[in-house]
């Protein structure tokens, strides 16, 4: 292999590392998996229809957070966390990232009309409520934090219209009202970890309102009604056997034992009060595909 040859191949890979910083690859696997989750679901899956979904989602996703960093350009400059992003660290042009942006999204609202036209809507929704409401917000009140949340609440609810079911029906309101509420102590733990790296960017943080130690018993009440509404799938009309009902009780006071010991333990813990309610709501979420296969 010439020099040549490997300066290309090097230089691709750079780019493409690039892209996937901009896209924020594992948020929007993230979103995408909950779409995903979603749909199977419904207990109507097709693979076809599922790899188109998670296709477009993915696309969605990956659009509106390149769109995101535009954006909030001028902010993560000042923030130590976001200062390397690829448009404050001139890897990317601003002009390029709106480009890949917009592209990203036309293509996939192309993939999702393909599928169902109400899928399509809702991401365009999901993406306008993102980056046209919280995304502003940010930077004027810490109650950004609802729209915020009722973003992470939409994918689960794009992914049940492609089988055609009410958006209203019970089955998924209680799937889309967890996603809802997890991400609120998701965000809140962000704001402990790096609040003051928040605010010197000019974002409206509540760590500005209450102190840690106040902030930290809000995170770990929401935490533990987050956990607990999981119980009251009854009241949804679903019906989970016996094994897996001993399981998420099993699993909701495990977590609530184990976040509890992180977040009011010593402060390099809360770190890994972040990953275990990250990795709760990744286990639910499976569960939920348990069901909906039931």
């Known amino acids: 292999m010439n020099e040549r040859m490997r300066y290309n191949m090097s230089h691709s890979s750079k ?20 779409a995903i989750t979603g749909y199977l679901f419904t207990g109507e899956a097709e693979v076809s229809s599922l790899l188109v979904l998670a296709s477009g989602v993915f696309l969605l996703a990956a659009g509106s957070s390149a769109l995101n960093q535009y954006q909030e350009r001028h902010l993560d400059g000042r923030m130590e966390r976001t200062r390397l992003r690829p448009i404050p660290s001139g890897l990317v042009l601003p002009l390029e990232a709106l480009f890949i942006a917009t592209s990203i999204i036309i293509a996939g609202s192309l993939v999702l009309w393909q599928l169902q036209a ?29 729209p915020g949340a009722l973003v992470g609440a939409i994918p689960p609810l794009m ?108 402060p390099e813990n809360i770190l890994s009060a972040f990953i275990t309610i990250n990795s709760f709501m990744a286990i639910v979420l499976i569960l939920f595909v348990m069901i909906g296969s039931l």
């Open 159 to 266: 992914g049940w219209s492609v089988s055609g079911g009410s958006l209203v029906h019970p089955h998924i309101l209680f799937l889309a009202s967890f996603m809802f509420l997890w991400q609120v102590p998701h965000f809140w733990l962000l704001m402990i970890m790096y609040g003051k790296d928040y605010e010197k960017a000019g974002f409206s943080t509540i760590s500005k309102h209450f102190k840690p130690a106040s902030l930290k018993i809000i995170v770990f009440a929401w935490a533990t009604t987050t956990s607990v509404f999981l119980l009251s799938f009854p009241l949804f009309g679903l019906v989970i056997p016996l094994a897996l009902v001993m399981f998420l009780f099993a699993l909701n006071l495990f977590f609530i034992i184990i976040f509890y010991r992180f977040l009011f333990g010593r």
């Open 15 to 34: 780019n493409i590392t690039v892209l996937l910083q901009l896209v924020r690859l594992r948020l929007s696997l993230l979103v995408t998996f909950s």
């Open 118 to 146: 109400a899928t399509m809507v809702l991401g365009l929704f999901n993406i306008l409520l993102y980056n046209g409401l919280y995304t502003p917000l940010k930077t004027k009140t810490p109650l950004s934090i609802l």
